[in-house]
């Protein structure tokens, strides 16, 4: 059975547009962005189309290497600015830490600034990196998450990592395994896993033999293929088990969690 994230992702955006009526000037994202492959580019254009449905402004800056940080720093001080978003990959010559830790953190929609993301490890969930937080809001709306044994596999610092601190959180108590490549007999830990999420970036990775029947699975992979978009779980495993869809799944709550952040910041903003 597939999980309905569609209205999920509508409810937040309904949220978003609500909220921004009561801002008294309107929440402003900026995209900051080095040179641009096609899918940087195809996504910043659905952040625009996205920011200008819910009445968010938007701006996109092209920024060569040099132009990163001292970007990042007028930003911080620009009172218009709401939300800060860094387009990644990042030029190779750039220092990832060094230019995600000059996002500022009141602005740091994404979560990716070091101190948003070590503030979960407190439970303090300001800035949570959207991704993350879409997972634990698909599991939250279909399912209880205390006690249960949850095996996040990929340890990522956009997804995984975060991902498996968030469902540690006191209050959320499952029970969480970490997998990654060098994880032996990983269909060991899933078949005996009641949540199982996947964030490995491998098309059709997890198969429906690798899952008990009832399982519920979160498909966070977004892969590209000879024209075609897959997720890395086999479209065979809905057939037993509780599925995200890709796409129109964890992506488009992703999405929306971005803009709620960025209205999150403007509410904060002392103007
Ligand atoms: N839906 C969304 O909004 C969203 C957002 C971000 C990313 N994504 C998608 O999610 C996927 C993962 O993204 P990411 O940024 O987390 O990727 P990443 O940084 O490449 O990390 C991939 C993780 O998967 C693990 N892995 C690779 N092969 C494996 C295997 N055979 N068995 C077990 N683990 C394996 C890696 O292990 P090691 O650490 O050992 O290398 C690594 O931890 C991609 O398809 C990406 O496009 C979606």
Redesign the pocket.
């Known amino acids: 059975m597939w999980i309905d994230c569609k209205s999920i992702a509508k409810a937040i955006e309904e949220d978003v547009k609500r909220r921004i009526t009561s801002l008294s000037f309107a929440p402003k994202l900026v995209s900051v962005v080095g040179t641009g492959d096609p899918s940087t580019a195809s996504y910043l254009r659905s952040q625009e189309r996205k920011a200008e449905k819910l009445g968010i402004e938007f701006e996109i800056i092209e920024a060569s290497s040099g132009e990163f940080l001292p970007t990042l720093k007028k930003l911080a001080k620009d009172e218009s600015v709401s939300g800060v978003f860094v387009a990644r990959p990042l030029p190779q010559e750039l220092d990832e830490k060094e230019v995600l830790s000059a996002v500022p953190v009141e602005k740091d929609v994404e979560g990716v600034n070091p101190t948003n993301l070590g503030l979960l490890i407190y439970g303090e969930e300001t800035f949570p990196p959207?991704?993350a937080e879409?997972v634990v809001k698909v599991l939250e709306n279909v399912t209880e998450l205390s006690g249960k044994r949850v095996v996040v596999?990929?340890?990522?610092?956009?997804?995984?990592k975060p991902l498996a601190i968030m469902l540690l959180k006191k209050g959320r108590d499952a029970t969480v395994t970490v997998?990654?490549?060098?994880?032996q007999n990983?269909e060991e830990i899933t078949k005996i896993s009641d949540i199982v999420i996947?964030?490995?970036?491998?098309a059709n990775?997890l198969k429906k033999d690798m899952v008990k029947k009832g399982t519920i699975v979160i498909d966070?992979?977004?892969?590209y293929v000879d024209g075609k978009w897959y997720?890395?779980v086999d479209p065979a495993v809905e057939e037993i088990a509780h599925v995200t869809p890709?796409p129109g799944?964890?992506?488009q709550?992703?999405?929306a969690l971005l803009f709620e952040h960025v209205v999150r910041a403007a509410e904060r903003q002392k103007r």
């Open positions: 959207c991704t879409a596999v990929g340890r990522s610092i956009t997804v995984g997998c990654h490549s060098r994880t990983l996947v964030a490995v970036g491998k990775f966070v992979g977004i892969n997720g890395d890709v799944g964890v992506g709550i992703t999405t």
